[in-house]
């Protein structure tokens, strides 16, 4: 197991997209830190599906959502698709840059036109923390294979599990699909260090990669 040390430098290999992930969080939790009696915080809750290059498959998501302004945060469970068990958290912020703030509760509104009382464009950052989760089974067949030992006791990649930290930036397109539902869908930039990598895997250790996802939110609406 790494110490401390070696997993930061590991994970700071690819520092641009980290650390834009970590600040672009910061300035959102500090967003909804500011008092203002005059900005009511809505609550939501929502179910998704992601996936990265990272060889570990589909995530299924289950999350709840605090919304301010044109602010939002989310934190939720995550459930691979693979082993089907709940085995990591996942906590993002995102930020609207186009379309009404509010446009879940617009429907009699007639002040804007139709794209954005229906679709808003918005930039997310994640972090996602899984633990014991399986390789895809693409990865794992392609690690049996390309696994060379002289001897009978190469591992067996279908049983490996690794521990993964995630870090994603990107943007993602809303669309009001009923008065309260929300369907977001998303493509962004990763980058990913499996912190119990097993020496001699065919895949990376730490790299960036791509990742796309959808989810279906409900939004309620604030005090």
Not at 65 to 82: A, F, P, T, W
Not at 150 to 174: H, M, R
């Amino acid at each position: 197991m790494e110490t401390i040390s070696q997993i930061k430098k590991s994970f700071l290999k690819n520092s641009v997209v980290t650390l834009l992930t970590l600040t672009l969080l910061i300035n959102g939790f500090s967003a909804f830190g500011q008092k203002n009696k005059n900005t009511p915080i809505s609550f939501g809750a929502g179910i998704g599906t992601h996936i990265s290059g990272n060889s570990l498959g589909g995530f299924y998501s289950l999350n709840g959502d605090l919304y301010k302004n044109k602010n939002i945060i989310s934190l939720g469970l995550c459930i691979q698709n693979r082993s089907e068990v709940v085995n990591g958290i996942k906590i993002g912020y995102s930020r609207i840059l186009s379309g009404v703030e509010n446009f879940s509760f617009d429907e009699n509104s007639h002040d804007n036109d139709i794209i954005d009382r229906r679709f808003q464009l918005y930039f997310f950052s994640t972090l996602q923390y899984t633990k014991n989760a399986h390789l895809s089974k693409g990865a794992s067949l392609l690690e049996n294979k390309s696994s060379i030992s002289k001897d009978n006791d190469k591992p067996n990649y279908s049983k490996a599990k690794l521990t993964t930290i995630e870090a994603c930036v990107g943007f993602g397109l809303n669309t009001k699909i009923g008065k309260n539902i929300i369907w977001s869908n998303y493509i962004g930039l990763c980058s990913y260090l499996h912190t119990n990598y097993i020496n001699g895997m065919y895949i990376d250790k730490s790299a960036l990669a791509l990742t796309l996802g959808t989810t279906i939110s409900v939004k309620f609406s604030g005090n």
